[in-house]
């Protein structure tokens, strides 16, 4: 039964062409964009950059997906994996028309798509690869990857929306993408939308070969449903029977989908047997209808299409000719009129409004975004007596919190967790008394708190709960990821390229404002003393302070109360990157509600209690920032003052990292005399940092005399050990804060003597003590203030 | 046909026991070893830390193996691919011996066993997951996802190597190794050793079940099938039978193996059909034979055998009965005589000398390590008469050099080139001149250079590339991993375990040498205008100077010269992770081979030649690291010379970036005097840097007065634009330099007013310029040393 008429065939060939001439145009044409003239040299831009290999397939899908779109009003969200496919999906979304609606330069007539043609891939214009100003994605085709795991955060709790993913054969071949075919274990089709995976296999990357191309169909086909696909094999080489074949292939997959949200909606019976979910396999030539050969070497259906498959067609006329009889012959003339714009008959073809993929309102996710109600943080306040006295563990108090904003958002179903199987591990289990883990695999007896309708994602990947989360977010949604702090690295380019999208969104007035992407690492390197070395690595926090900032955002909240204060902070905060490193363990707390919101809107301040200046020049700063080097630097001033009550301290706390930048480097920057009334313009400063000593030293650059800057961090030595000596193995510990000021105060020499033995002895104390009894002694566990 | 009689059925079962006995004993007892006392509290750990749950499935799989090696006289690798299984590869390692013959205080007696106890998981002890301590390991088991890929990588080049490479249920949901699996379409059987997978589905993670144990088997086959294996299922849940049927699915996979190889070999007739490699799929509950339950709720195959399965057994009674029942369980005193020496009869059972898995040479790889043989380096240089006037290609350069280090080792078959499909975009072709990319598909005339013997490793998968390049290194052979620079921070957490293996290796004497991990950036953040902002990305340099100094190396070469001297010393160098930045456009060169070495062995110097302070006292010194920082610095040099000749300018190149490092925090920082001769005391620096500006913050921290160092660099500014365009953008530009430079010299001020005017003028021409033309200003482009 075919699914289309001759007419409608002819009409999609012929828009496929029209997309198909738009992507190699913009490649090449810096001028003559309808070639009304004989082309020429001089209308060839200087450079040649673009990547058209995989355009003409990308088209292929879009145009069968809007024909599908007009058949059925799905509401599609087209995800683009290829590397460089933006040709592709700019000419479509000029096509449309939401191009010019939204770059209003770039109009639909000869002028317009001339300037279209010129911005490809020139200085200052766009990139070659669909990014945040490529209008219907919410997906950078510059890293590979992160294609389908995107599309799946995009449909969680988006019901109507199905999200056609197509993923390259190069991307196919990463860890990330192979590690996401498993996303539908977690996909509930009764709550969540669909995603229709389209497997592009065109055969090769920039010069080798694809593994998945060459893989016979047999082996394609178990591999998927071994992954629980019902795959359904489209061969495009003669283009006329592909598009019958597409065309049927979508609507056997959209049947499908729409039987299997039925049966789960509906509770349809089923015989007892679940469908499995369609896939889309698309075999296709690589530079599909373009040249075909240059001196006896082949273009199309090899690597040579792979980027500019003609680069001489500057200097060389034989090539140019080459390139203008592959451009004619999309016979551009039959299918835009004179002044540029598209023939009736076609632009009548793809769908209309937001209908448009290159307009789905998903793809500008922000539009959508409801605000996330919040509960208030003050009611989950630790109560303090005073400071240093109460021990409390600052994720549980989070957890309770977190429980309540799953239960306040009920009904708006748009907030969810993204762990890699910690949530218990991250002691944020009181969420667990409002939703579940998610699940679609069976439920079995010995299993706790899973259920197909569970709002915490866990999966072993920090790849899936990053890419998920990403796409929730950009569909406007809200969420959090907690993670152990050393395995946050594995995301970290996925981090990077999050970070950049937003940057570039912040220069597209267009795009609207979508939640930030909070991290939570509680699991952090001090507290992973039973985990060992490999579970001890602070580094994220380097990555994260070099990105713009605009985007970013640190804090190292000391305590329960500083943490929900940050927390709620973050959860309302939009277009931002928040990282937030709070440990999990039971431990003192430091400031009553009010103190901590305080302390947390400052974003550092004097802890007088702890000090001994009084408000007079110190002879010394302890400053720190995050829970462990507070401790140890509480600790030391308390040592001081019982040994050496002669050094005046002050002691200083940084829950907002960048407070300590210059404000030309960061917006959070404490102004000059703010800075100088914590810190002084010459005293010296211990500065006990939770991460690698390095960042303390670049944020303060800028700032008075950053010389006296003397920074305590981790120094990359850990161990299976007790958690006081992780601090004295990186030198941080109370006794080398306390030796270290007394060291960098010259006049208090000579009294200091008895001090510095006492310390030193301590340390010694320390080390013979845990080699016999395998713990921490009892005066570190149980040091309290006093 | 049973592979075990009874008798080595019975002998085999009570091995286990053995090492069952030990892996759970080294989490709770830290005395009464041989339990020859009733078990007391004080016997039990203060801090109960360790994983139980993968422990008695690993120690399951390594009597099987061991059982095998006897059998066969087979060469295994036994990667431990599970989270925390240190216990069981621990248990093993002291059974077989070569624990004691490492270790020599931990005896094979009582005495010892006490010891071996009380060391896991304990303070200044060793992990719970399998790490460089670990006799018979290249794995560590910290980070979860890399198991497959070391396996592979070490058997690549090792015919009668077999890695049985055991993958927790947890860890196949990472990306990562789910992207392993295709792995077998790059191993040649005829040249490579053979990967066994095994793996272990014991159903649950931390909390929550893991995907892949609840897919039924039909879908577990048809996805191995897919990948291309052919899997056999064993359950293990009555020990009996699964003893029976492990010991029969390992000859099939090992009879299988040999086929494979042979036909590989010796051409056997095959019937035209290549047999599928074999893969083992081990189902058994979570913490196998350990307790069943505790107050109603079920332990063993739940996750709640995950970690400890009884927490506390230190205060409560009835825990600790229930653990000393559990203990005996194994029937300790039937294993061990009165001495705590394993009975004869299962002493005499694993196999001997080398052929122990904790003893297998290559898990020790640096003893079997060959020298590369290396040309000499000077004959690639590219001839220089000045500076600054060539043109050349550095990449193109050491292509050729790469090729012939290719051609000189052609023998040993020990060096190979891992790149995620860039070696022709990298510019490094020449190497296809002395071999291809490898791939096991099939071959089609449009393929370029690629057969089952090439030694080029190309797969659009960073972690595969890393992780196979780590499994090749520490098995005792050299390899290289070019790379985009943006996108090797994929794998920033595989290099920070990697150089955390690295630095525990350097305590561990029993460990060899092993070849430094050489990672090659060519198409860096600079050169990357044509692909855009997502390309954009210097921040692998901020991952790898965190980590330790004894183990980190970073260079900038400028030019060709430099390049091939660098590249010299890191192919020599051992135990390193040395990071080399160097760009693949054509661009001037600077150095001649005779000045390149010179330059390269101090790591940083003057240029006189591009400064005119000669020999005197600076009025200020521009500073560079990069090649692009160079190119503009010496441009900024020329055009102050040019417009304000009184300006005293020195230039400083630093090709080394730890040479910036205060000694005592790198041992490559110059030497105070030797930093002072370079930078002076006082004088202020402009420096242009090629990565984020913060790495220079820190490492001039402790150098006299940091903060007369004005650092330009990356921030986070960049588009698809035009090579100056970036610079510009970044403040960086030779105009920008030179700016910087007459402002930080008060005495100049009044002088330099055209010059400035000058310099701002030409930033305004060039953005109109590539705007209008869609390229550099040739006075940019043409710019030449004069």
């Known amino acids: ?83 460089h496919g933006a040709p592709a999906m700019l000419a479509n979304a000029y096509l449309e028309g939401t191009y010019t609606e939204l770059y209003p330069a770039v109009t639909q007539d000869e002028k317009g798509m001339r300037l279209f043609f010129r911005q490809f891939s020139t200085p200052g214009g766009i990139p070659s690869h669909v990014s945040a100003h490529t209008p219907g994605s919410i997906h950078e085709g510059g890293e590979l990857g992160y294609s389908l795991t995107h599309a799946f955060g995009a449909v969680f709790d988006n019901p109507d929306l199905l999200a056609a993913c197509v993923v390259g054969d190069g991307e196919a071949e990463t860890g990330p993408l192979a590690g996401s075919w498993k996303s539908i274990q977690f996909l509930n089709p009764a709550r969540d939308g669909a995603v229709l ?5 065109n055969g090769y990357k920039i010069s080798g070969p694809t593994v998945m191309a060459r893989m016979p169909d047999e082996a394609l086909e178990a591999l998927f449903r071994g992954y629980g696909y019902e795959p359904l094999f489209v061969n495009g080489l003669d283009p006329l029977p592909a598009h019958l074949a597409m065309a049927n292939a979508l609507d056997e997959a959209y049947t499908r989908i729409k039987t299997i949200q039925d049966i789960a909606r509906n509770q349809t019976e089923t015989g007892g047997q679940l469908l499995r979910w369609p896939l889309i396999v698309l075999r296709t030539p690589k530079g599909w209808t373009g040249p075909k050969e240059w001196k006896g070497k082949q273009i199309e259906g090899s690597f040579r299409a792979h980027q500019v498959p003609l680069m001489d067609v500057k200097k060389d006329p034989a090539q140019l000719a080459l390139l203008e009889e592959w451009l004619l012959s999309y016979a551009p003339d039959t ?20 209908k448009r993929m290159s307009a789905n309102l998903h793809a500008n996710g922000g539009q959508l975004r409801q605000p996330l109600q919040l509960p208030d943080f003050r009611e989950y306040a630790l109560p303090l007596d005073a400071p240093g006295i109460t021990t409390g563990e600052s994720t549980v108090q989070l957890g309770k919190y977190l429980r309540d904003v799953f239960v306040l958002n009920d009904k708006q179903q748009h907030f969810r967790l993204f762990c890699p199987d910690e949530t218990n591990s991250n002691r944020l289990q009181a969420v667990f008394e409002a939703t579940n883990r998610c699940t679609m695999e069976p439920v079995l007896g010995t299993d706790d708190h899973l259920s197909p309708d569970g709002r915490v994602m866990e999966v072993l990947s920090e790849h899936l709960c990053q890419g998920w989360l990403e796409g929730y977010l950009l569909t406007g949604r809200h969420g959090i990821f907690p993670c152990y702090e050393a395995f946050v690295t594995i995301v970290d380019s996925m981090f990077n390229q999050h970070a950049k999208w937003l940057k570039t969104c912040q220069e597209l007035p267009w795009r609207h404002s979508i939640a930030s992407l909070n991290y939570l690492l509680t699991s952090h390197a001090w507290r992973q003393d039973h985990n060992g070395y490999s579970h ?59 103190a901590a919101e305080r302390h947390c809107a400052q974003g550092a301040s004097v802890w007088e209690w702890a000090g001994n200046d009084e408000g007079q020049a110190p002879d010394v700063v302890l400053a720190c920032a995050g829970d462990v080097p507070t401790l140890e630097t509480v ?39 703010m800075f100088t009334q914590l810190f002084t313009d010459n005293a010296q400063v211990i500065f006990a940092f939770h991460g690698y000593v390095r960042i303390i030293h670049d944020l303060v650059h800028g700032r008075p005399d950053p010389a006296r800057f003397h920074v305590r961090g981790f120094i990359e030595e850990g161990t299976t050990t007790t958690p006081f000596d992780m601090v004295v193995l990186n ?56």
């Open 197 to 201: 995976p389209i497997l592009h296999l």
């Open 635 to 673: 600790a030391a001033a308390w040592l001081l003052r019982k040994h050496l009550p002669a050094l005046k301290v002050r002691v200083v706390n940084v829950v907002d990292l960048m407070s300590l930048s210059p404000q030309a480097y960061h917006p959070h920057g404490l102004p000059p005399e």
């Open 335 to 354: 299918l835009f009129d004179a002044n540029g714009q598209l023939i009736p008959e076609l632009a009548a073809l793809p769908p209309q409004g937001d």
């Open 731 to 786: 030198n941080m510990s109370r006794y080398h804060l306390a030796m270290e000021a007394i060291r960098r105060v010259p006049a208090i020499q000579a009294e200091a003597a008895t001090a510095l033995a006492y310390f030193n002895a301590q340390l010694e104390k320390h080390r013979t003590y845990i080699r016999e009894h395998l713990e921490d002694m009892p005066e570190i566990t149980d040091w309290k203030w006093e």
């Open 1 to 83: 039964m075919p699914t289309l008429s001759p007419q409608q065939l002819e009409q999609i060939h012929r828009y496929w062409q029209a997309s198909n001439y738009l992507a190699a145009a913009q490649i090449y044409l810096q001028d003559n964009p309808l070639l009304k003239m004989p082309l020429q040299a001089n209308h060839i831009k200087p450079r040649l950059l673009g990547h058209w290999g995989t355009s003409p397939g990308l088209n292929f899908i879009y145009v069968h997906l809007n024909r599908l779109i007009r058949d059925t009003a799905a509401n599609i969200l087209y995800i683009c994996g290829p590397g």
């Open 536 to 594: 001890q690595g602070p580094g994220f926090i380097d990555t994260v302070v070099n990105k713009k900032s605009s985007v970013i955002r640190i804090y190292l909240p000391p305590d329960a109360n500083c943490l929900l204060s940050v927390m709620d902070h973050c959860l309302r905060s939009k277009n931002y990157v928040n990282l937030v490193v709070a440990g999990k363990q039971p431990e003192l707390q430091w400031l009553d509600m009010k």
